[in-house]
């Protein structure tokens, strides 16, 4: 501010100096208000990456489920611990404070585990008069219990016959081998199998765990196992690969794998297509099919997809755009979006406390999810008739909400960004009002990438690019046979066994959809 005694005295005088003044308090104000406005988001890009580091994964249910899922698994063992050392494991409930902790009620074992009938000695007379005892009744506590795994050593034997007329020997055939001049039964290959790709446990792993059970083989056999059984079973994954493109709708997305190069890793791709119908009553089986590729390049889906012309339910990944042009052949296909992506953009800032406007368009979108989950599993025309009368008003309103505070909002705030996302491919992601048979999320894929994001923990990388087809081919086997609740381990053992003799026109038998329906008359007999 200017002191009083340095003030011009003549009207034009002083107003170019207030004039002066003004413009520059306008300037301070607007250098101020730019930086507010880049500590505010600052602030908030700080806030989301400590989100993604440290924060939730689950978009529903409870803050920090696992996390405290495992804190209970901790407390209840402390519990039983201390119940144990204080002898009070059977006693009466355990009062603390203002409530009492109960012990969880006990449920039958399992029925068809076989029994072993251990009895405990009767004294020979009655420990009180010495007189002679006669039966009662009696009492069974059961204990489930495990029997360590067993190895064992199959000896085939072909017994020679010569003919005592002609002097010709005779000798049966040798029987199928899994893999050719390989001592490995289908029971031990499939094990080694869903291992490795079903449960994330490396070959090394696995064979130091042999080792310490007195089995020694090495990584190179076990690997060369695992490439046979690869081959061997290739034809059921082309099975399962037309039946899954001759759906009308499938999800499709992708997830990242290293790759061991050269001194390096690289980031490769495992894509993932999965279809099920069972959201709206179709008959057909589940199945997911898996693919990998060195990039993310779209030249990749619109090879997978090369012969595919119905719905695609997948996130606004720009490698898909080629699909959904109307001049591609054999047809455009269907763009479908993915709602769950949608409210997740809205959801991390309303789980922020950034944003009152993120928290209104979540309570929007789960009131559209909560009417959709009472529709699951019911026919398609069914579904479309609900989302018509019940589901469209409500999205209707979503629209028009987020178009008039979007107009409100700068380009350049995370909120109108999350709008951006959803008004801009607003066809896409209403087309499931017209559609009984679109879901309104992409979980069912996401579910099938799962196991694989949580086994990038333990493989660390594929070995080569061959790796990366050869995990995919498995994925394939042992995703489809999840979807169908078909044991992986039971259902391969049994295909490995079988697949060489089994006629190349009957191979549809063994997909794990008709596997199932062949073993339930046995299990029930």
Known sequence: MTPPETLPNDIVALQTALLDERAARQQAEARASGAEAMVAYLKLLIAKMKRERFGQSAERGRKLLDQLEL???????????????????????????????????????????????????????????????????????????????????????????????????????????VIARARAGASLLAMILCAKFGEHQPLNRQSESFSREGIELDVSTLADWVGACTASLAPLNELIRRHLFAAERLHGDDTTVPVLAKGQTVIGRLWTYVRDDRPFAGPDPPAA????????????????????????????????????????????????????????????????????LALEAVRRIDEVFAIEREINGVAAEQRRAVREERIRPLIGALEGWMRSERARLSRHAEIAKAMDYMLKRWPAFTRVLDDGRICLSN????????????????????????????????????????LNSVDPQAWLADVLRRIADHPASRLHELLPWNWKLREIPAAAA
Request: net charge positive.
């Open 71 to 177: 804190q209970l698994e901790d407390l209840e063992a402390s519990a039983a611990e201390d119940a144990i050392a204080a002898g009070t494991a059977e006693s009466e409930p355990t009062t603390v404070r203002s409530f009492a902790r109960k012990r969880p009620v006990r449920g039958p074992l399992p029925a068809h585990l076989p029994r072993e009938r251990v009895v405990v000695p009767a004294p020979p007379c009655c420990p009180c008069c010495g007189g002679r005892l006669v039966k009662l009744g009696e009492d069974i506590t059961e204990t489930l219990e495990v029997v360590p795994r067993q190895w064992k050593v199959i000896q085939t034997v072909r017994e020679k016959f010569t003919c005592r007329s002609c002097e010709k020997i005779t000798q049966p055939p040798a029987p199928f081998h």
């Open 443 to 482: 979980n069912a894929v996401e579910r099938a990438l799962r196991g694989i994001a949580l086994g990038r923990r333990a493989w660390l990388f594929a070995g080569s690019d061959r790796g990366g087809e050869r995990a995919a081919a498995m994925y394939t086997l042992i995703a489809t046979a999840k």
């Open 289 to 356: 099919v898996f693919f990998y590729s060195r990039n993310r390049g779209g030249e990749h889906p619109s090879r997978h997809l090369a012969g595919y012309a119905g719905i695609l339910q997948a996130d606004a990944y720009a490698g898909f755009g080629d699909l959904y042009d109307a001049r591609r052949r054999p047809g455009p296909i269907t763009e479908a979006a993915c709602w769950s992506h949608g409210r997740r953009k809205f959801f991390v800032l309303a789980d922020l406390g950034k944003s009152p």
